[in-house]
């Protein structure tokens, strides 16, 4: 799997009105990590949303489609179908709520988690490559930098 630009570092290539520009810097990394997890998943059939859902749902995050949707930010509309496709392909289970009627737990399959575990695997190796360009004391600083914005930004974490 061979990502466009994976690696090169040059570090004149960013003019200073994108160089100080944090929302531009966040959200150009974050969409390249996504298209490089897409094509990187499609080995196993995924996309980056039922991967996403499928984490969530073996980390215990979330239980319901609402909830994975409001913490994803999947809406209503594209979850009801990506749940659709999970469902066909036997990695997750919907039952009613017991409690509450109008909620659907979600269950992850026996073939669901074998099919995750896969995917993990290969999320793994596209993260390692994306940071490849940093050491791993920048790794460590970045990794600190984002959860201190994450906490300062007061709002919920999950």
Not at 31 to 60: I, N, P, Q, S
């Amino acid at each position: 799997m061979e990502f466009s630009g994976a690696g090169r570092v040059d570090s004149g290539a960013l003019p200073d009105f994108l160089r100080d520009n944090i929302g531009y810097l966040l959200n150009r990394n974050a969409r390249t990590l996504k298209e490089w997890m897409t094509l990187a998943l499609a080995e196993v059939d995924l996309g980056f949303h039922e991967y996403v859902v499928l984490r969530m749902l073996e980390m215990e995050l979330a239980a319901s489609q609402q909830d994975i949707g409001r913490l994803s930010g999947i809406d209503r509309t594209s979850m009801v179908a990506l749940l659709d496709r999970l469902e066909a392909r036997a990695l997750i289970i919907r039952s009613r709520d017991l409690q509450d009627r109008r909620k659907h737990k979600l269950i992850l399959t026996p073939r669901g988690r074998k099919t995750l575990t896969h995917a993990k695997r290969i999320a793994g190796k596209v993260h390692q490559r994306f940071i490849a360009p940093l050491t791993p004391e920048e790794w460590q600083g970045l990794k600190g930098c984002l959860e201190k914005l994450i906490l300062g930004s007061g709002e919920n974490i999950l």
